[in-house]
């Protein structure tokens, strides 16, 4: 079901195009929606949300008029739940789940989730308190989705919980690295808003292992949780990767999360490399910024890229342009030594190789240039590995090891959640799943360090 | 976070929540699942003779896809032995002391049949008890059930058997399939009733089926009345409680039933003079747990509302309920139609123009565009255009002055008064 509404972009207020394109419920549809939930029993949308959402209350209570008893079952079991109402992929989870796929259309779960965090927003509520102060103090490295979850959970258990995050505002990736017009910043900051007030004291523009060291804080605090996330997009390693106009994906969605937007991409020719779902954020991005040809070039094709499909389809909406089995060789400068062309190679699929992939080669003498104004570097994040040795943690290719059920890492005073151990199967980097691990993490910590079963408050 | 408990009658509750007389009160492994989901108290399935029942015995009645709008049913009262029921009562009892349960009972209307079976039950450790003069099928037809309770008569003897040897207090469950209400419940009153308790269910026929010509449900192809409950029946149910909270000579308390489905109908009869509410049918839709939203959304509206206890609820709006009479005859509303929120599907239109008083227009503006308004004047405020409106907030009731309040009572006292300048003024 397609509910945006409108799909031109302005060129003269280029803000307008980054209010989310989603319209919220009205207050009608929400009324007809939760009511048509059946309010099934052992539900498997619940089994399906990463943080078991116990989604028919949620949505009884929106039909019953109970606004808030509904935000806090979602916000209870979910910190970041006003964020992920936004950006959970919804068909892969609790709406794929739904028993009416079949029957007829599955319940707009994530919607009806947004309509009842924005009523708390809206209303301003702190839905929960902060538990008796039980004496341990647990420092968390990183404040996005995360260590938010493990911080709210603790503060709830009693916990002194700080948070050290390097950039000017927490939230992570929610605050700075997903497109506004899928969620806006103030959702983010609510959320953060909410934990704050527990108690947490939240460091901004505090990075560990610059501003503080590590062994600073493993000697102050009882335990840590390592939640740092990803780092930047890693170098192509090809010619011209340091000119103007060659940005990181990452980066470049950053710029647009806060005013001023740039205004430099007007008319542009942009290439975006990669077509993962961050590739296709910087595309539409991109888009939404005025340029007026957006190419994204992927060396394998349609069927091997992983932006998940509505991703997809919404960036062909956008009038985005895929070239597949297309392997960026050299980026061109003019005399200023800004990006004036990329110059590519064809490439064929081969054999499979351990992922089952198959295996992309460049066909001979296929090589071919495009006029470009600016290339997005869209192929994938690093990893924090020093800050990671630091800490001593055993880790594959800065993966961190972690125990799966208690989130310990090999150092016993540091648990680990978020995508900072996303990889080897190890989940799916996603907000719904970070939330999750931080929620367990902190339940772990509280055994460790209390020794009973965790009950929160309300 | 409010005090949700109550002290119904002497009765203690942890919520005002109970489970009504019916199959979700039917064993003790029933009761104490419902205790853990978090209801205040149960009254058990109602307890007497004969164990007998039919197959089948259900129907719900669906309405525009909405399922359960109305359930209908002719089942009696338990079918399991009182022994077995006892034995139940007593384990669910002591695993939750602080929970309430009530046993309904019916007997046939004889002293030693009440006075015996109020000392077996009460031995085993109930609260109180809940005399069932409300089933409308199968006991009436032996003299018990509804047959009793149509007969105030009855009703006061029967209760003054109970009262005779209960020592825990006594509520009187009235049936709804009698003309006044407040007759019984008088009644009720009269052979000392510690409570009463309304609606048991109405007499119904909930459907024939159109290809097999057979009633819904049928018994090998024979049907009978049964008794209706569910959402369709609360406002009826609420206005038998209005007519007996309002009434000074009923001055017990009262627990509501018919039709509870959710924390805001339970609200409106508390607010109505309900001590408590009793729930059935949205159980049965929909299992124990919505009692969860019943609780937190009550207390969330408690806490809105800056009341400290959900006692402070009861009867608040009983001054409120009043006669015909009684109502200012100058009162004027009239509708006004939002074009900003309207949809233009015309239904109010034609809902006034074929049904009412023709008095919204169809226009169309300068720029082409369709939209409609109320001529005023002729407008009663008889509200059926709001209602059929399928928009919030596009159709208000807006009040518009009018002269001094008269009642029809005032009015005709005025009528009397001789006209040689006698004022009218009290
Ligand atoms: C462009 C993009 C789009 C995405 N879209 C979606 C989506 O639509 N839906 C979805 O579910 N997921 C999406 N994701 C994935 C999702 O954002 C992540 O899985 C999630 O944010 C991981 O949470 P985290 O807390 O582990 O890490 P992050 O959100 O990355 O937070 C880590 C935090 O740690 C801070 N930090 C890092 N190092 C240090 C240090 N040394 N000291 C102090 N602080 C530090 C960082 O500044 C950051 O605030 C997207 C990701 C990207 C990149
Ligand atoms: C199947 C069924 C069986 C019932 N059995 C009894 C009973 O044994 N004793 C009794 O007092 N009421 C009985 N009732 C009536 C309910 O207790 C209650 O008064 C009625 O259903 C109205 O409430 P509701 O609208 O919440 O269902 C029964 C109702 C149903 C639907
Ligand atoms: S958190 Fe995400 S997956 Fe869970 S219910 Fe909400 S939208 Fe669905
Ligand atoms: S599966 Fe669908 S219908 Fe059932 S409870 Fe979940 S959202 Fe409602
Ligand atoms: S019924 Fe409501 S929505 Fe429809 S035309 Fe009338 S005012 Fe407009």
Redesign the interface.
């Known amino acids: 079901m397609n509910r945006f509404k409108d799909k031109t972009t302005s060129l003269k207020d280029l803000s307008l195009n980054f209010n989310e394109i989603e319209p919220d419920l009205s207050p009608k549809e929400a009324m007809d929606e939760s009511n048509r939930c059946l309010y099934c029993y052992d539900a498997p949308c619940i089994t399906a949300c990463p943080t078991d959402i116990n989604i028919p209350s949620f949505i009884k209570k929106i039909a019953s008029g109970n606004m808030k008893g509904s935000a806090k079952v979602i916000m209870d079991a979910n910190p970041v739940g006003a964020s992920c109402a936004r950006v959970c992929p919804t068909e892969d989870l609790c709406e794929g789940a739904c028993v009416l796929n079949d029957a007829s259309l599955p319940i707009m779960i994530g919607n009806l989730q947004r309509h009842a965090t924005n009523w708390a927003i809206k209303n301003n509520e702190q839905l929960f308190e902060a538990g008796e102060d039980n004496g341990k103090t647990v420092a968390i490295v990183g404040g996005g989705p995360a260590g938010l979850s493990a911080a709210r959970e603790l503060a709830r258990l009693g916990f002194n919980v700080t948070i050290f995050e390097a950039k000017e505002k927490a939230g992570g990736l929610d605050t700075f690295g997903i497109v506004s017009f899928r969620l806006p910043q103030e959702v983010s900051l609510w959320e953060v808003e909410q934990v704050e007030n527990l108690g947490v004291e939240i460091r901004t523009n505090t990075m560990i292992g610059r501003d503080i060291s590590v062994s600073d804080i493993e000697s102050a605090y009882d335990a840590i949780v390592l939640a740092v996330g990803l780092s930047k997009v890693p170098m192509l390693g090809i010619e011209g990767e340091n000119a103007n106009g060659v940005h990181d994906a990452i980066n470049f969605v950053e710029t647009t999360k806060t005013p001023p937007l740039r205004e430099d991409f007007i008319g542009k020719k942009v290439a975006i490399i990669g077509a993962g779902n961050t590739a296709i954020d910087a595309a539409t991005c991109s888009v939404r910024l005025g340029a007026s040809d957006v190419k994204m070039l992927y060396r394998r094709t349609e069927a091997e890229m992983t932006a998940y499909e509505f991703e997809y389809e919404f960036a062909k909406q956008e009038n985005v342009e895929f070239r597949w089995l297309t392997q960026p060789m050299k980026i061109l400068t003019d005399s200023e030594g800004k990006v004036n062309a990329l110059e590519c190679i064809r490439m064929e699929l081969g054999e499979a190789d351990v992922s089952g992939r198959r295996r992309p080669s460049p066909v001979k003498d296929s090589a071919f240039t495009i006029e470009v104004d600016a290339v997005i570097k869209a192929i994938g994040q690093s990893r924090f590995v020093d800050l990671i040795e630091e800490f001593d943690l055993s880790h594959d290719r800065g993966i961190v090891t972690i125990d799966s059920d208690t989130h310990q890492t090999s150092n016993p005073k540091v648990f680990a959640a978020g995508d900072v151990i996303f990889g080897n199967g190890q989940g799916e980097a996603m907000v719904v799943e970070a939330a999750e691990q931080g929620k367990l993490t902190a339940y772990s910590i509280y055994k460790e360090l209390i020794g009973e079963n965790a009950t929160v408050n309300a | 976070m409010a005090d949700l408990r109550i002290n119904f009658a002497g009765i203690k509750s942890p919520n005002p929540f109970w489970l009504a007389s019916a199959p979700p009160t039917n064993s003790g492994y029933q009761v104490q699942r419902a205790f853990e989901a978090g209801w205040g108290g149960a009254v058990w399935k109602t307890l007497g003779e004969p164990i007998l029942n039919i197959s089948s015995r259900f129907a719900g009645t669906h309405f525009n896809g909405?399922r359960m709008a109305g359930f209908n049913n002719t089942e009696l009262i338990t079918d399991r032995p009182l022994e077995v029921n006892l034995k139940e009562i007593y384990e669910t009892k002591k695993r939750f002391p602080n929970h309430t349960i009530i046993a309904s009972l019916m007997v046939e209307p004889q002293q030693e049949k009440w006075h015996e079976i109020v000392k077996r039950v009460e031995a085993v450790g109930v609260d109180g008890f809940e005399l069932n003069f409300g089933c409308p099928h199968g006991m009436a037809e032996r003299g018990m059930g509804a047959a009793s309770g149509q007969v105030p008569e009855l009703v006061e003897k029967q209760t003054m058997w109970a009262k005779e040897v209960a020592e825990t207090p006594v509520i009187v469950k009235l049936t709804p399939n009698i003309t006044d209400i407040t007759a019984t419940a008088y009644a009720a009153v009269q052979g000392g009733a510690d409570a009463i308790s309304m609606i048991n269910t109405i007499n119904s026929l909930a459907g024939v089926d159109l290809d097999t010509w057979n009633t819904i449900p049928h018994v090998a192809g024979k049907g009978a009345h049964g008794g209706y409950c569910g959402p369709a029946v609360k406002p009826i149910a609420l206005n038998m409680v209005a007519e007996c909270a309002r009434n000074s000579t009923i001055n017990v308390p009262i627990s509501g039933i018919g039709g509870v489905s959710?924390?805001?109908d339970a609200v409106e009869f508390m607010l109505m003079g309900a001590g408590g509410v009793q729930v059935c049918t949205a159980a049965m839709h929909?299992?124990f747990?919505?009692v969860?939203?019943m609780v937190?959304?009550l207390n969330?509206?408690l806490d809105d509302k800056g009341l400290d206890s959900v006692e402070d609820l009861v009867g608040k709006s009983v001054p409120k309920y009043s006669d015909w009479g009684d109502l200012d005859l100058n009162y004027k509303t009239v509708a006004r139609i939002n074009t900003d929120t309207c949809i233009n599907c015309n239904k109010c239109h034609i809902a006034c123009e074929d049904t009412a008083h023709q008095c919204i227009d169809m226009l169309t503006a300068k720029d082409g565009s369709n939209y409609l308004k109320v001529h005023e004047e002729d407008c009663v405020g008889c509200n059926l255009c709001s209602i059929v409106c399928?928009?919030?907030g596009a159709i208000d009731m807006i009040e518009i002055p009018s002269d001094e309040p008269m009642t029809w009572k005032e009015r005709e006292t005025a009528i009397k008064q001789p006209s040689c300048g006698i004022s009218l003024v009290k």
Do not use: A, F, K, L
Request: no cysteine; aromatic share 12%.
């Open positions: 909405q959710d924390w805001r929909h299992g747990s919505i969860e939203d937190d959304g969330n509206y399928p928009v919030d």
